[in-house]
């Protein structure tokens, strides 16, 4: 019997999360067996998430998840936020980190991130925040943000972007030091049309990720954007426990509410939703090496 297309399994990955944040927030303890049972709270249709650890602490401790799971990727970085806590300290241990995967491949001679230890598929996040949520200096911001293009250059791994009122200086760091070919994920992007079509126009591998925010009423900016982000460069992601989409604003969110944001896209995008989850499962693969 030939399937139905109504029957094709469709899939998700939430190429944004913060699992740990995410667990405390719904108040379950932040370990590898809560997660294993959280997890499985989500649709079928969710494959797999890359948890973002952004902190000197998390970027120690965060990576539990990608033990023995099938379902957690790490990235690892300082946030805009968090500027004052980079150090050469932070770089050796993502360097450490990053050294064990590499060994292991070779070891096993293999080339497949899931028989790795961390599984570091990115560097990040990273970027600039000039919100008012931001005390750390710009000055110090920019250094550590150009830092991380250095290391995910050297690393040949895709960088994750957060920039929020930042545009402009944003905008000439990627000028002066963002190399031409590096694969970026601007994440929960937020920003105007006019940034995301300079973008475009210029870096060849730049993807730009949404969240929850577009599913809001007050999202209409972000709807626009999108419209002008072709199908092979937008990502989906939940930037969880923050930004839980339209039905669930004011809520913990959580990788399970992907479908909410999708469905939006799909509408914005002006296409099938079963090609929206196609498009955005392929991008993150293609971009963080997923296999
Ligand atoms: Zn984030």
Known sequence: ?????????????????????????????????????????????FECCINVNFTPELIENGIIYTKNTNNVYSGVGI?????DLWSEDVKT???????????TLKNNNSNNIKDTPNRIVGIGECGLDYSHWSKIEKSIQKQVFIEQIKLAHELHLPL?????????????IFEKHLPLDLEVHIHCFTGTKDFAAKVLEKYPNVYFGFTGVCTFKSGKNIREAMEIVPLNRILVETDSPFLA???FRGKVCNSGMIPHILKVMAKTKNIPEEEMY????ENTKRLYKIP
């Open 79 to 83: 946030h805009p936020l968090n500027a």
């Open 160 to 172: 994750i972007i957060h920039t929020r009122d930042a545009e402009d200086d944003t905008w000439e």
């Open 245 to 247: 989409p339209v039905p």
């Open 93 to 103: 241990t993502i360097l450490r980190l990053k050294k064990e995967d590499d060994d």
């Open 278 to 281: 196609q498009h955005c499962y």
């Open 1 to 45: 019997m030939t399937e139905q297309p109504s029957e094709k399994k469709l899939k998700y990955i939430d190429s944004h999360c913060h699992i740990n944040s995410t667990l405390r927030e719904n108040k379950i303890e932040t370990s590898l067996e809560e997660w294993e049972k959280f997890y499985k709270t989500f649709p079928d249709s």
